[in-house]
């Protein structure tokens, strides 16, 4: 069983930055997906960003810029630098993987953007 585990999560005032780690208990490179997405009270979830082993990146609409991922095979991490936060960018994000057509969730981290 594939688990990931997210840190990095908590209040940031609006204009702060805050950089989210997800690591797998598996090899980084059997994974054919890491990503993130968040889900704010009410709303559905929503895809923030994504990386697939071949490094390609895709993210979500509202990113604007403001947002980054990156992965690091030998830590087998997947990290999401959010910068310029905005309240509403409020959510729990978790952490995405696909590995042989199968899909896990983390557990989710708080982030919370308010002065």
């Known amino acids: 069983q594939v688990q990931l585990v997210e840190s990095g999560g908590g209040l940031v005032q609006p204009g702060g930055s805050l950089r989210l780690s997800c690591t797998a208990s598996e090899s980084i490179h059997d994974i054919h997906l890491m990503g993130w997405y968040r889900q704010a009270p009410g709303r559905q979830r929503e895809l923030v960003a994504q990386v697939l082993r071949d490094g390609t990146t895709n993210y979500g609409n509202f990113m604007a810029g403001r947002f980054g991922i990156s992965r690091d095979n030998a830590k087998n991490t997947a990290d999401l630098r959010m910068n310029s936060l905005r309240p509403e960018d409020t959510a729990v994000y978790y952490c995405?993987?696909?590995?042989?057509?199968?899909?896990?969730w983390g557990q989710g981290t708080q982030v919370t953007v308010s002065s």
């Open positions: 995405k993987a696909i590995i042989l057509g199968v899909t896990y």
